[in-house]
């Protein structure tokens, strides 16, 4: 059996501890932005800046898949070392044996289930959002465990003529997983990603999540939207929308599955519609749908988004009314934001106090 090769081993775990750190914290973000904690302030520019924080998290997650495998194949003779027979050393390495097992299984469960998620398959019954959150932090843990131990021996590594192939290769295979895969979120590179999920453009030109039949919405006849505050409501028929002035604005839609795409929308700034019906407009504001249940059914913008005149009440995209799938008759599209809270076919407004 070839011998254990430190240096490329730490090497590898170099590139791998950039990946996954870039990973956790774009992963820690969009958390705290889709679940925030009281002390936490997110703002609505630059426009663009949520849409580059989960290309980040999700590209670097899949740059990861080769670098975790080549490791674990530069490592996996070690395995097979003979455990020492003195109990300090051996309570070393039994302790070293179980931070790699949860490293490897943490990490992989991470990589694993990311990329099923963003591939829209839940093939397991926990709450997928939930469990890749909780496991992120056992990962890092044992990340920081390991490198703790092993920094000693990636130190005192030299360089090995012979495993530099095997290095340039895990690189380049990291690499080109990037780029065939980058399309998703960069617009220039999606002629080259061939596995970017979500490439394609949907009706009016931009990707679908889930279409009005999935999510079985069926707009009534006298739909009409509801304005609530405190001490005051109002409603209004599409027409009056219609009749207020209109703004348009490029914004992109970023999914928190990695794709991302700009497009034209139009409609009332939310800040003047409120303004419009006598509302305060410096308040945090909560949107709720046709959709009643699960996790799209309502969306709260805290106050710079709520504020912002790019966040629009959209009628229109790409110079079309909106499509069914894509909201109608009105959809929120915020700046700065994750595309689970742009709420589709949209029927209350409430101000909140
Ligand atoms: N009511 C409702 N709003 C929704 C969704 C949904 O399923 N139902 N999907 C969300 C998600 S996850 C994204 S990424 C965007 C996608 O918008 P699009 O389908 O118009 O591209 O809408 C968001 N708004
Ligand atoms: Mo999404």
């Not at 914290?25 to 889709?34: E, K, R, Y």
């Not at 027409?239 to 794709?259: D, K, M, N």
């Not at 497009?263 to 949107?287: E, H, I, K």
């Amino acid at each position: 059996m070839r011998a254990p090769a430190p240096h490329a081993a730490s090497r590898l775990g170099l590139w791998l501890a950039v990946a996954f750190g870039v990973c956790f914290v774009t992963g820690l973000l969009s958390h705290a932005i889709q679940h925030p904690p009281a002390w936490f302030w997110w703002p609505s520019r630059p426009v663009q800046l949520y849409r580059v924080n989960q290309g980040l998290h999700v590209l670097s997650g899949v740059a990861a898949v080769p670098l975790l495998l080549a490791k674990l194949w530069t490592v996996y003779p070690r395995l097979f070392l003979r455990p020492p027979r003195a109990f300090g050393p051996l309570v070393r390495h039994a302790a070293e044996r179980v931070a790699t097992l949860v490293l490897v299984c943490s990490a992989f469960f991470e990589l694993v289930t990311g990329l099923f998620n963003v591939a829209q398959s839940y093939p397991w019954r926990f709450f997928f959002p939930a469990a890749h959150y909780a496991v992120a932090w056992l990962a890092v843990g044992a990340i920081g465990v390991h490198v703790a131990i092993k920094l000693p021996v990636a130190r005192s590594a030299r360089p090995d003529p012979e495993r530099r192939a095997f290095l340039r290769s895990a690189g380049v295979t990291a690499a080109a997983a990037l780029v065939a895969t980058a399309g998703v979120t960069v617009p220039w590179l999606r002629s080259v990603s061939p596995l970017a999920w979500r490439a394609g453009p949907g009706p009016q030109g931009v990707p679908v999540n889930r279409t009005a039949a999935a999510a079985h919405i069926t707009v009534p006849d006298d739909w009409h939207l509801d304005v609530r505050w405190a001490g005051g409501s109002a409603t209004m028929s599409l027409a009056t929308l219609h009749a207020l002035r209109q703004r348009t604005a490029r914004l992109p839609i970023a999914c928190v599955e990695g794709w991302s795409a700009d497009a034209d929308w139009t409609g009332v700034p939310l800040r003047d519609l409120l303004g419009a019906v006598g509302a305060p407009t410096d308040r945090p504001v909560r949107v709720s749908s046709l959709e009643k249940a699960g996790l799209y059914a309502s969306s709260v913008l805290p106050r710079p988004h709520a504020r912002d005149p790019l966040t629009l009440l959209a009628l229109r995209l790409n110079g079309e009314t909106l499509s069914p799938d894509h909201g109608f008759p009105c959809r929120i599209i915020a700046p700065n934001r994750p595309g689970v809270l742009q709420t589709k076919w949209v029927t209350l407004i409430e101000v909140l106090p």
